[in-house]
């Protein structure tokens, strides 16, 4: 069976320092990849999508990042961080035009 | 732990009709319930977010409604249109998030 882990669960982080989130997928190959972000009081949003490795395509301009090195691992980054940044991040997997799977979320606090 | 449920699992109507989507809930200690539409091969589209002291939301012919103390909220389409027809998720936000287990919805033309 497939499964999706991402962690870390909780982060808190300065303002101005890096960031690095990681998702991996098992059971399953080549699957579509999403990561989404729910700032506070706001509904999620989607930030990346991929369809292939190397294949990363953003949906809303931000100081934010994703790689996808590996078939299942997708990565969200970030040089330095903003408080706006602040928020629950979640990844997500799907075969092609089938449903999507999320991992348990990010809760990231910026100091 | 939280438990979301979506009924029904699957909805089919004639385009014009009004419809309405179930979304319920065990732990009423939310800070937020969110529904989302899933179109195949794309990412979740937030349509309505109601905060927990909220009691409706509304946006064009979609209105979101929540009992908090009931653990229950709806989400009402009006006047349903073909390019209404997709998966509908509602999502309660706690500790994490806790998605429900969708309602597919299709309107025929």
């Known amino acids: 069976s497939q499964t999706i882990h991402q962690w870390p669960a909780t982060l808190v982080q300065p303002v101005g320092s890096p960031l690095s989130l990681e998702c991996t997928v098992e059971g399953t190959s080549n699957p579509n990849l999403y990561w989404y972000r729910q700032a506070a009081g706001r509904g999620l949003q989607l930030l990346f999508y991929?369809?292939?490795?190397?294949?990363i395509s953003s949906e809303v301009p931000q100081n934010l990042s994703a790689s996808r090195p590996q078939d299942r691992q997708f990565i969200l980054s970030s040089k330095k961080l903003l408080l706006s940044d602040s928020g629950f991040y979640l990844c997500?997997?799907?075969?092609?035009?089938?449903?999507?799977?999320f991992g348990d979320g990010t809760r990231l606090s910026i100091l | 732990k939280q438990e979301v449920t979506q009924i029904p699992a699957a909805l089919s109507v004639p385009e014009g009709e009004n419809l309405v989507l179930n979304c319920s809930f065990t732990?009423?200690?939310?800070?937020?319930l969110q529904w989302f539409r899933q179109d195949p091969g794309k990412g979740l589209t937030s349509l309505l977010l109601?905060?927990?002291?909220?009691r409706e939301q509304t946006s064009g012919r979609l209105n979101a409604s929540l009992d908090k103390s009931s653990g229950r909220s709806t989400l009402y389409i009006a006047a349903s249109q073909p390019g209404d027809s997709a998966t509908y998720l509602c999502a309660v936000t706690g500790n994490q998030f806790y998605f429900g287990t969708g309602t597919s919805l299709t309107v025929i033309p």
């Open positions: 732990d009423s200690a939310i800070y937020n």
């Open positions: 991929s369809v292939g490795i190397g294949q």
């Open positions: 997500a997997w799907s075969a092609y035009d089938q449903p999507q799977h």
């Open positions: 109601i905060q927990s002291s909220q």
